[in-house]
């Protein structure tokens, strides 16, 4: 979403600017937007490891109910603190809905699935392609997206990667493409759900933080009738794996909100966008160095080719600037 949250309050008038020679200096922001966007990396990133450790006691559904809770409630205390107001149309609350399952309900249970069959870090490397899905999903559903050359080029070169991780040329058997199918239809999710929330949702007239504190009321209600009727609760839960989920959703689902709505608001939408890019690199970092995890070689690569495709298909070149004025 690359609208920023607005503010309901009426400007207050104040004294007329003085002289820009004696205007006071502006205040430099507490933190600089590159550690908010490392953090943000490092929260998306990190998250995958967490739901491998969830998925060790729980099954997918409590993992995503415990997900959608614990982010819930950072979203929902910042826009109270903001003053800010959930949507009321019945309309908009179907769109909410549709959105909340593809973005959050399928794709969150489907990465715990993932989490049981496949190394957390493999995860990562699979959700690098969503910004492909994003882009070919936008320009089957948008009118206003354009193929060009390097988009496809871009669509392409990122699908072979996509063939590269999983290793085509030694077949598709076994838990280890299961589980990569498993994630990869997660990004594909995401995929779908991107073109649809900007479709429907983006002229609403709400802030991104008052449709996604809604997207994620109406996602815990769905996972939440799910886990009634469908599963049991847990016999007993371990601390650690407690943890895991309330770090999961108060960080990579609630705080990861207000950090990319920061990163947009004082970076540009643009450059947010390629926190995809860092993501999988920490979700391999710590596979790897905390969790013991081994990836054969054409994973990384395969990584590498994902996130080069993703990156030409997002690439837009500069417009010159007009001469004259």
Not at 4 to 10: C, F, G, Y
Not at 39 to 53: C, D, E, H, K
Request: glycine letters at 12%; charged letters at 10%; hydrophobic letters at 55%.
């Amino acid at each position: 979403m690359s609208a920023l949250p607005s503010d309901s309050r009426p400007p207050v008038p104040t004294a007329p600017a003085a002289p820009a020679s004696a205007a006071a200096p502006r205040p430099r922001r507490a933190v600089d937007w590159r550690l908010k966007f490392l953090l943000l990396a490092l929260v998306w990133g990190s998250s995958f490891m967490f739901i491998g450790i969830a998925a060790q006691v729980l099954v997918p559904v409590h993992i995503t109910l415990g997900r959608m809770v614990t982010g819930l409630l950072p979203l929902a205390a910042v826009l109270l603190v903001r003053r800010g107001r959930l949507p009321r149309g019945a309309r908009t609350w179907f769109h909410l809905s549709v959105t909340a399952f593809l973005l959050n309900v399928v794709p969150f249970t489907l990465f715990g699935y993932a989490g049981q069959l496949i190394p957390s870090a493999l995860s990562g490397i699979c959700n690098a392609a969503t910004p492909l899905f994003a882009l070919l999903f936008s320009l089957l559903l948008l009118s206003d997206e354009r193929p060009t050359r390097a988009r496809l080029a871009g669509l392409g070169l990122g699908f072979l990667g996509v063939l590269v991780v999983f290793g085509v040329w030694t077949g598709l058997a076994g838990a280890g493409p299961v589980g990569m199918l498993l994630a990869v239809g997660a990004a594909v999710c995401y995929g779908i759900g991107t073109p649809y929330l900007r479709r429907f949702l983006s002229g609403t007239g709400h802030s991104p933080l008052e449709l996604s504190t809604a997207q994620l009321i109406t996602g815990t209600v769905q996972i939440g009738i799910a886990a009634a009727l469908f599963t049991d609760a847990p016999a007993a839960l371990p601390l650690p794996v407690v943890a895991a989920v309330a770090v999961l959703g108060a960080l990579g689902t609630g705080f990861a909100y207000v950090l990319q709505y920061a990163v947009i608001r004082e970076a540009g939408a643009t450059v947010a966008t390629t926190v995809t890019y860092l993501a999988p690199v920490v979700a391999i970092g710590l596979g790897v160095l905390l969790l013991g995890e081994d990836l054969a070689w054409n994973e990384p690569v395969g990584a590498l080719i994902i996130i080069a495709g993703a990156a030409l298909a997002q690439y837009r070149p500069r417009r010159p600037a007009p001469v004259g004025g």
